[in-house]
């Protein structure tokens, strides 16, 4: 039997929902252009009250047709703009799909309300499914979030996901290359990329401009803790620890009742602390017995470093010239190796980077960053350490009436490094990992 085609919906009526939505996420995503910072705090509360307003308006337009495909996308849009996953709004944008499978933007909304409820894969399948009836922007951009948070069968298959995750935001950015959310989403897909392929400068590079083109193009962006928090993150990871300092901060005063930006702000602070105390007091250790430990350096502790089978990063062999700390230069230090004593050892919650303070007979003591160690990895106070063509830095920081002034040397791998003089084993070294907050970017 022939069912009668479903009765038109009046124009004017969706078309008035249609304004009330777009209000309501105006409203979300330009909070800070009518609100202050410090109205920060009460943000979601805001923008929760004005969804239920809205809801009501809505209502009081349009009751007869509430059922159809287009009503039932608008209102669960609607209360799909709050942070917390809406069972309502799964209910609605469900019905929504199965009256109309090629409404697209009722897919992209099933797809986010997944992604809160925690389901990655009806997420994924939502957002592919939007892609198949129509190209669109909002659906590569969520997309890429997705893919990175599938939960892989393979390292092999990480890494395609993550491949994959970079692509479809640039095929986001590609169709509008003003939209700052698709810059702020390729930012993130090369964040995640740097930490899977080796922490290549340029793709730290490429993953800031593109944090910075969001901002550019869209004011809004500035106003996104997720966009301050990562971006601090690989700022920390490349030891520009006062721009981490300053983007923790800055995500945490937009978003108050996130917690993790001003615990990695005060980690961040306690370990700088922390280091420098050490480094001044030479890891506390008596001055007769860090002569005695001094005194035990011998050329043997350079082990192939001090043979002249060294190979650089070239696969040249060379001799190296042992130098003293003092006498290192900012920046990599080529044709160079260093010899010194550990006096301390310290590490962090994250466990990155494994940090230990190094001193030789000349008298200063700096810190040592390896990266990419295993956590079963380290060395004790007392022992001997040589470290090839060593790449130095100096750090001065200031953040809210603290200074600190240390210099560094960090080694992207326990593999450069010759322990007691022995070389260190493949088993020294891990993967690198990111912190991030499992949401709808």
């Known amino acids: 039997m022939n069912l009668p085609p479903p009765p038109r919906i009046s124009p004017k009526p969706v078309g008035a929902w249609q304004e009330l939505v777009d209000q309501l996420y105006s409203f979300r995503d330009c909070y ?22 809205t809801v009501e308006q809505m209502e009081q337009i349009l009751g007869s047709v509430r059922g159809k495909a287009q009503a039932l996308m608008l209102t669960g849009k609607a209360l799909n703009v709050i942070h917390d996953y809406s069972p309502k709004a799964e209910e609605l944008l469900s019905k929504a799909v199965k009256l109309e499978p090629a409404l697209v933007e009722a897919w992209n909304q099933l797809g986010e309300v997944f992604w809160k409820k925690g389901d990655v894969t009806s997420a994924h399948t939502c957002f592919s499914g939007a892609l198949n009836h129509c190209k669109n922007k ?7 979030m997705v893919l990175r948070q599938l939960q892989p069968g393979s390292l092999d298959e990480h890494s395609r996901y993550v491949m994959e995750s970079v692509q479809k935001a ?67 990871y490349e030891e520009n620890y006062g721009e981490a300092l300053e983007g923790f901060s800055q995500a945490a005063a937009l978003d108050p009742g996130w917690p993790e930006p001003h615990q990695r702000e005060q980690q961040l602070l306690e370990f700088l602390n922390r280091l420098t105390s050490l480094l001044e007091s030479k890891g506390k250790i008596k001055t007769k017995k860090l002569q005695s430990m001094l005194g035990n350096l011998r050329p043997a502790h ?8 060294y190979q650089s990063a070239s ?3 060379m001799t190296l010239e042992l130098k003293p700390l003092s006498a290192l230069q900012s920046g990599v230090n080529s044709g160079v190796v260093i010899l010194g004593k550990v006096v301390f050892s310290l590490t962090t919650e994250e466990k990155v980077p494994f940090t230990f303070g190094l ?63 022995k070389p260190q084993g493949s088993s020294s070294q891990a993967a690198a990992t990111v912190a991030s907050r499992p949401k709808c970017e």
């Open 32 to 53: 800070f252009e009518t609100h202050s910072v410090e109205d920060a705090g009460r943000k979601h509360q805001d923008i929760r009250e004005e969804m239920e307003k």
């Open 138 to 144: 909002v659906s590569l951009q969520n997309l890429s």
């Open 170 to 236: 640039k095929m986001a950015v590609k169709m509008d290359v003003l939209d700052g959310r698709s810059w702020y989403i390729l930012g993130n897909a090369y964040l995640s990329l740097y930490f899977n392929t080796g922490q290549s400068p340029k793709i730290s590079q490429q993953a800031l401009s593109a944090y910075a083109q969001a901002e550019k193009v869209d004011k809004k962006a500035s106003c996104n803790p997720d966009l301050h928090l990562n971006r601090a993150t690989l700022h920390k």
């Open 302 to 309: 350079l082990g192939p470093c001090g043979d002249g089978h």
């Open 315 to 317: 696969g040249q062999k």
């Open 359 to 421: 001193v030789d007979a000349d008298g200063p003591c700096y810190a040592v960053m390896v990266y990419n160690t295993v956590q079963s990895w380290g060395v004790l106070i007392g022992d001997s350490v040589a470290i090839p063509e060593p790449s130095l830095r100096l750090h001065r920081i200031q953040h809210k009436g603290k200074d600190y002034s240390f210099s560094s040397i960090r080694v992207e791998t326990p593999l450069l490094l010759v322990v007691n003089g």
